[in-house]
């Protein structure tokens, strides 16, 4: 072997471009977990999610970077036993970036809680606006096929909708909380 | 390229972030602020504009901390990048002075910049540096890092003030944010698993050399990245949900300015990186797709401001129409395209901000008559909605004539559907914009129409966004020339890489050459058994290539 002959008594550093299973199984589990919660309505989960999946991408990156070895410093390891420094600076950012942005989520998720009560993406006023119109011209067709339907608009009706509600129940919530 | 042409690449960076510091610390003196946004901003104008002449003699290129490319971060000014540049400088100075004009009229109680405390101008040129930083970047995680930058400083713009209205739509382009980046990030990863560089010019040397399959994949990952930060339809819905909510002045230069970075960001990819143009045809269905189905959404729109975002999304086709050609006359006509629609949109933006103000709305059920009781407004609004919807003789005009040119050079069945559709969505923007004319223009003035004047401030820097919008139709042969000479130099890629790595230093500097040499001498060697020598040298080149 070369490191054996050029290196005097070398740990086991697992010389070769093989990903770790146990690297590879945890990107995986985070990648799903994390997009399984970023489907989520609401905030906070998505935040989650975003780190998990963040996450799963540093190690991602540390994974391309190959094998594990020796502290990347000149006349303390032998070149070719060093770990790719590179990618970890490229972690070191990224986390110092998802951590930014997670604050600047919680604060986000924080405001909605305090104007609605709860922190859920709501839908778009514009399409529900549209949903109303489509509704209120679905009678246009006569679709006998679908005896039990139900329109577009009793489907918005169910979905939790804050901003046309945004008067004086949710005022007072806020209030409350800000004098607690 | 002289050495005074090299000092100002990295000015457009860091001029901005430094006087954010400055005006963040500054936060009790808003008119310092105001002083310093404004004079940084002319400056990194400035800047680009002396880059703009120098990248036309080759591509300038600053090794930042003198580490030279392969090992350290470069930053490349090559023509496409100084002209994007000049372009959203230009815009993020007009919207600032329109912002200013806006805070000093209303006696900063319901500007951007009272709210909720004086955030406005160091954020903004927060965005200003990541903007700049996009564009400049010659290395794909400077890229990403330039693009959260300016993504950052975008959530806290969409969001200022944390009303319901900005707090529901801020939640969805967050959301959205979030998962492009994750997108790209790991498409960051991929790409240095499978080429060990994420060096632009470098990987654009390495990545033929790799598995054409893998190299698809990095292709596409990043394409998804890329369409979700340019709107790319099916990846677009965000867009015309998030930005109306946002002040005027914050929706116009997001309008303008950030889908751009990510069609800026396809071009640069596509040209250098991926050459060989596989996807051409996806991304010809995609642009037809973009166009049909954002001009159809703005058709149905009822509000100003959601109308223009539809059309915001509609165009971004135009100008995949002219990458996904992959010619040289394609690829000029899209920077010509992107250059000329920056302008148009921001503008309009910054029009209806006004008409706002004047009418006391953006639905068009509630404005009417604004013709008669403010015609300046009316000419204001009328020039560049007439330049998006491609009127001759004005500059949208020239960009889909020379989009449908390049495209009936080029031939081909599929092509010739997306010329027709580039028509028909030309067509459709028409009547959307005549639409939203008559109503808010012509049709009978509602009753309680308030008197308010309009403050010179604020309609200064849209009357000068409008007579640059119509200089640069007058201007379109010099610029069409500038934008043929920047494609022919994205197409052949070669001046890019060697401007890089000047001498013809290629792959194998620093480390890993050393790497790479050991493995050698030792495969040279005869007294080792060669099955032993392979499988260690495959380790150590791959480990850090």
């Keep these: 072997m070369i490191s054996a002959e050029s290196v005097p008594n070398p740990p086991d550093l697992g010389l070769s471009m093989v990903p770790s299973l146990a690297l590879v199984l945890a990107i995986g589990v985070l990648f799903t977990t994390g997009v399984y919660l970023l489907l989520e309505r609401s905030l906070t989960r998505v935040l989650i999610g975003f780190v998990l999946v963040g996450n799963g991408a540093n190690l991602l990156l540390l994974v391309a970077g190959g094998r594990a070895g020796g502290a990347p410093i000149v006349g303390l390891t032998a070149t070719e036993r060093m770990s790719d420094p590179l990618v970890q600076a490229m972690i070191l950012t990224a986390i110092v970036i998802t951590l930014g942005i997670t604050a600047f989520v919680l604060a986000m998720a924080y405001r909605s809680w305090q104007l609605h009560g709860h922190d859920e993406v709501q839908d778009d006023l514009e399409d529900r606006r549209i949903a109303r119109i489509a509704a209120e011209n679905a009678p246009v067709y006569d679709d006998t096929d679908a005896s039990d339907a139900s329109t577009l608009d009793d489907e918005a009706s169910t979905v939790r909708d804050d901003t046309s509600e945004l008067g004086s129940g949710d005022r007072r919530r806020h209030d409350d909380g800000g004098r607690a | ?545």
Aim: aromatic fraction near 8%; charged fraction near 10%; proline fraction near 6%.
């Design chain 2, 1 to 545: 390229m002289s050495y005074g042409v090299q000092t100002l690449v990295p000015l457009p960076v860091l001029l901005p972030l430094f006087a954010a510091g400055l005006a963040l610390a500054l936060y009790r003196f808003p008119r310092a602020q105001r002083v310093i946004s404004v004079v940084t901003l002319a400056l990194v104008l400035a800047a680009s504009v002396g880059l703009l002449i120098g990248a036309d003699s080759g591509p300038v290129v600053v090794d930042v901390g003198g580490w030279a490319a392969p090992v350290g971060i470069d930053l490349v000014a090559d023509r496409l990048s100084a002209l994007m540049l000049v372009v959203s400088s230009t815009m993020l100075l007009a919207v600032l002075l329109y912002s200013l004009g806006q805070g000093i009229a209303d006696d900063a109680d319901d500007s951007v910049e009272s709210i909720p405390v004086a955030i406005y101008h160091p954020t903004y040129l927060v965005l200003a540096a990541g903007v700049s930083n996009a564009f400049l970047s010659g290395d794909l995680f400077n890229l990403y890092v330039g693009f959260e930058v300016l993504l950052a400083a975008s959530y806290v713009l969409l969001t200022l003030g944390g009303t319901g209205e900005r707090i529901r739509a801020g939640s969805i382009y967050v959301v959205v944010g979030l998962v492009s980046s994750v997108i790209f990030l790991a498409a960051i990863a991929l790409t240095y698993a499978a080429a060990g560089t994420v060096n632009l010019a470098q990987l654009s040397q390495r990545l033929p050399e790799i598995d054409p399959d893998v190299r698809l994949g990095i292709q596409l990952m990043l394409l998804l990245a890329f369409g979700i930060k340019a709107a790319i339809f099916p990846l677009s819905a965000w867009l015309p949900d998030s930005y109306p909510t946002a002040p005027a002045p914050v929706t116009a230069v997001f309008a303008g300015l950030l889908t751009k970075v990510g069609v800026y960001a396809i071009i640069r990819t596509q040209t250098l990186l991926f050459p060989d143009g596989r996807v051409d045809d996806v991304l010809m269905v995609l642009a037809l797709l973009t166009m049909v189905v954002g001009i159809l959404g703005a058709v149905a729109q009822n509000d100003i401001k959601r109308l223009l975002s539809f059309t915001l999304v509609s165009h971004i086709g135009f100008m995949l129409f002219g990458i996904s050609l992959a010619s040289e006359a394609g690829m000029s006509a899209a920077i010509f395209y992107v250059v000329h629609h920056i302008t148009v949109q921001t503008t309009l933006f910054l029009v209806v901000g006004l008409v706002e103000r004047r009418g006391g709305s953006t639905s068009l059920d509630r404005l009417g008559g604004l013709a008669k009781v403010a015609p300046g407004l009316a000419i204001l609004f009328f020039v560049p909605a007439m330049n998006l919807a491609g009127i001759p003789p004005l500059s949208g005009f020239l960009g889909k004539v020379g989009l449908l040119e390049a495209g009936v050079t080029e031939g081909g069945a599929l092509v010739w559907v997306l010329v027709v559709g580039s028509v028909l969505t030309s067509l459709l923007t028409l009547y959307a914009i005549v639409k939203a004319w008559n109503k808010a223009f012509w049709q009978a003035p509602p009753e309680d129409l308030p008197e308010v004047t309009m403050p010179a401030t604020m309609v200064g820097p849209a009357a000068g966004l409008v007579v640059f919008g119509v200089a640069l139709t007058v201007a379109a042969g010099p610029l069409y020339a500038y934008t043929d000479r920047a494609a022919s130099t994205l197409m052949d890629g070669r001046s890019y890489v060697e401007a890089v790595f000047p001498g013809g230093a290629e792959r194998g500097q620093g480390q890993s050459d050393k790497v790479g040499d050991t493995a050698k001498v030792q495969d040279d060697d005869p007294a080792p058994a060669s099955p032993t020598a392979v499988p260690s040298s495959d380790a150590t080149t791959g480990g850090t290539p």
